[in-house]
């Protein structure tokens, strides 16, 4: 049964960063494109960036340019670097195999950008 366990969210200013960890256990997870989602009320989750197993990244238009996703194979995590955060970023924040999810979702991490 895989876990994702994921953290590193708060409250940040607009112009702001953040660097949201998470952890995977229970896969093998060095075989699978990860990826960074998130999801606000009322809106289905969105997938904002993916990196693959050879660490091939790619990022939603919204975010291209600010987030950076990272992975280490070796500690199974993947991470997504947060930079000139927006008010419109403000989301809960969720790490899953990319662009197929698994069942299970950890129980994410909540981002909120505002002054």
């Known amino acids: 049964q895989v876990q994702l366990v994921e953290s590193g969210g708060g409250l940040v200013q607009p112009g702001g960063s953040l660097r949201l960890s998470c952890v995977v256990s229970?896969?093998?997870?060095?075989?699978?494109?990860m990826g960074w989602y998130r999801q606000t009320p009322g809106n289905q989750r969105e997938l904002v960036a993916r990196?693959?197993?050879?660490?091939?990244?790619t990022s939603a238009d919204s975010v291209k340019g600010r987030f950076t996703i990272f992975r280490d194979n070796a500690k199974n995590t993947v991470d997504l670097q947060m930079n000139s955060l927006k008010p419109e970023d403000t989301a809960i924040y969720y790490c899953?195999?990319?662009?197929?999810?698994?069942?299970?979702w950890g129980q994410g991490t909540q981002v909120t950008v505002s002054s």
């Open positions: 229970g896969s093998t997870f060095s075989a699978y494109t």
């Open positions: 990196i693959t197993t050879s660490k091939l990244s």
């Open positions: 899953n195999r990319a662009p197929v999810p698994f069942s299970t």
